[in-house]
């Protein structure tokens, strides 16, 4: 497969292409596909009557590709290094209400929560157990279908299986996971033979690849496009005017091909989480108009740009410098100027322009986030402990909002504290929203077997066939 931003530890994974060959090389305790838990490291479990402890039972046989047995003393270890406060690990927001993990003898082990959490198996989908004596090295060892055998930073990732996999020997004797940034050159790889599958594939080529004879993997839920607006440099007034000021239907059909749906707010409108007195933002750029206006952010010479604090608007415009990536945030750039907003787009390769608007080095930002389907609202990604917190927002009251909404197994007690989180969210224009993505992968008409999680992962590597 060709795509770009993985890492050869598992647990060092920061997105869904990464997690596709996290889910290569190692095993979490459950899955989640087609709205069921399943079985993988843990054969069973159980929630005890105190609605915080839970007790896994662990599936016997398992080997690392080592050889080194698999116990819960590797479940252990591969928690406590994600949630090392010395050096957290993307996941560690997962595991962020756990207040206990024991290994109870070598197959079962035990964690304990702070709060009943009825999103918690959920979240278990996203941390991956390693061998914890490999734990130091350059690429951790995991129980998973394929180990790695070559690691060519920014290149390529080269696997092979793992002939004693616990789920089956896999099909496919070595995969080679490669670093392509290009979305052009994905495609020309992809139609030339020189790869099987690309992950993410650009929108507007995904119709043209199907009536080709190529085999497209859609996948949506709750994933968001949005303007991300850097909370700690841009007043709410100058935030709420950029979230009236686009048109979300120009940008899903112009960038987009048509493929999403507007957003209004940070929750599904036909969810249980929303708020129907929150009424989000639309476009409407008068309104844009009348909220800078009245934050006495004008144009006082008449140049067609506004100025805030004496000085011309030009905010910093952080952009992935490929394909629709850059074509929304031209587009976007084009809208914020018909009210009088300045900005300079900067673009960079990928992973510059992720860490840049992650840390907080940008004003703006064209940002798609792929989430968990439940529950029906992006909550997670404005908690102050989140490693994806982009709007650089530090807010207790946020933070136990999202607490309460996970702490508690009411939908209806649930559903209050989102619809507080949605109204904060919206009044203080943390986020702009502008679209539900629809997302696709597509892989040659030779390659079977693949199941793709509502996020876009890649799963059951085992089970893929190339004829």
Known sequence: PGATGAEPDPQRNSNVFGYTVSELVADTLVLYVNGEYTPALAESWELQGDGVTYTFNLREGVTFTNGTPFTAEAVVASFER?????????????????????????????????????????????????????AGDEIPVGTGPYAIVDYEPDQQTVLERYEEYWAGTPEIERVVARNIPEPATLVLELEAGTIDAISFAPINEVARLEGAGFQVLPFSGINTAFIAVNNQTLPVELRQAI??????????????????????????????????????YGFDPERAIEVLEAAGIVDSNGDGVRELDGQPLNLDFQARGDGEWLLATQIIQ???????????????????????????????????????????????????????????????????????????????ERAQAYFELERIVYEDAMVCPMFWVEQAHVVTPGLSGMDVSTMGVMLNAHNWRLE
């Open 243 to 280: 979230c009236y000021a686009v048109d979300r239907n120009v940008l899903i059909n112009a960038a987009y091909a048509g493929l999403g749906s507007p957003q209004f707010t940070i929750a599904k409108f036909d969810g249980w989480a929303h708020d129907p007195g929150v009424p989000g």
């Open 334 to 412: 084009q809208f914020l100027g018909d009210v009088g907003i300045g900005t300079t787009i900067t673009a960079s390769e990928r992973n510059t322009y992720y860490t840049n608007v992650r840390t907080g080095e940008y004003d703006l930002g064209w940002w798609i986030d792929n989430a968990q389907p439940e529950p029906p609202i992006w909550e997670y990604a404005f908690h102050s402990q989140e490693h994806w917190n982009v709007t650089q927002g530090a807010s207790p009251e946020i933070d136990a909002l999202i607490e309460a909404g996970r702490g508690s197994t009411d939908q209806a």
């Open 82 to 134: 994600i949630v090392n406060p010395d050096d957290p690990l993307p996941s560690a927001g997962q595991l962020s209400g756990v207040t206990r993990s024991e290994a109870v003898d070598e197959l079962t082990f035990e964690l304990e929560l702070a709060g009943p959490d009825p999103d918690f198996l959920l979240k278990l989908t996203e941390v991956w157990i390693i061998d914890p004596a490999t």
